[in-house]
């Protein structure tokens, strides 16, 4: 479904937001190259510096699309990983199957929001907002080990575990599926497995 832009709205203030729907738009649709902020300012029918003031450049509007990626995703994942009462198996699952649903509607724009993480002198806000994404996964992890359900360690780098195999999972697969196994079953199975390996050793 595509995002909508409030009709007129950068006449009310909201020229920001509206040029950064406008450019996920772009970007699910046409990939970076897409992205133009000359071209947006024709479809918002403002002058073509009126989003400068807010995007100086191309550049500063793909960081802050891949900061509005991250933090819609952390959004996502923190209501997964709530339910404290519920066992650490089905929030994992929850989690996980959350991680592949935001995957599956936003491709190109998670595969910008990894990229610009990972680029040379990528903002401070930018990994900073990365980290943010994350950190319901992270307090997931060590609640999990407090109540004996995982094995003990540094909360962030086992948490990265099960993100980092989602993650590969959603780079293999090609629209939704790899070698006709679709991305949600390939997520299960990597999941039960993963589990298996965070489960304390007796």
């Known amino acids: 479904m595509a995002l909508k832009i409030p009709k007129r709205a950068y006449h009310h203030g909201n020229l920001r937001e509206a040029v950064l729907l406008r450019a996920v738009q772009a970007l699910e649709s046409g990939g970076i190259g897409s992205v133009s902020l000359r071209e947006i300012s024709r479809e918002l029918q403002v002058s073509h ?29 923190a209501r997964a990983t709530g339910g404290h009462e519920a066992e650490f198996e089905a929030r994992l699952k929850k989690v996980t199957r959350a991680l ?51 094995v003990a360690g540094d909360p962030e780098m086992l948490a990265l575990v099960p993100f980092a195999a989602v993650q590969g999972l959603i780079y293999v697969s090609n629209q939704g599926s790899f070698k006709g196994v679709s991305l949600e079953r390939l997520v299960e199975d990597a999941t039960h497995h993963i589990l298996v390996g965070l489960r304390p050793r007796v």
Do not use: C, D, W
Not at 52 to 73: E, T
Not at 117 to 125: I, S, W
Not at 141 to 147: R, S
């Open 49 to 77: 510096t009126a989003p400068r003031r807010h995007f100086p450049s191309k550049q500063a509007l793909l960081n802050s699309l891949a900061i509005h990626g991250y933090a819609q995703l952390g959004g996502v994942l």
């Open 100 to 150: 592949v649903r935001f995957a599956l509607k936003h491709p190109a724009l998670l595969g910008h929001m990894f990229a610009a993480k990972h680029q040379p002198g990528a903002p401070p806000e930018l990994l900073e907002a990365s980290e943010r994404a994350l950190a319901s996964g992270i307090e997931m992890i060590a609640e999990a080990q407090g109540t004996g359900e995982v």
